[in-house]
């Protein structure tokens, strides 16, 4: 195997990695957006009642 043939399948790996950390965050992200935005309107109707 070549050293170009290495170096491309550790930038590859590097960055499947990154992309799939990346991705992980997001969703993780909107997920706590969602969270927070249904603790917000509890809060609200227990406030208003």
């Known amino acids: 195997m070549s050293s170009g043939v290495i170096i491309f399948f550790e930038i590859s790996l ?20 969602r969270e927070r935005a249904a ?3 509890a809060e609200a109707e227990r406030g208003s009642k």
């Open 39 to 41: 603790r917000g309107k």
């Open 14 to 33: 590097v960055l499947g990695f990154a992309l799939a950390f990346g991705l992980r965050e997001i969703f993780n992200m909107r997920r706590y957006d």
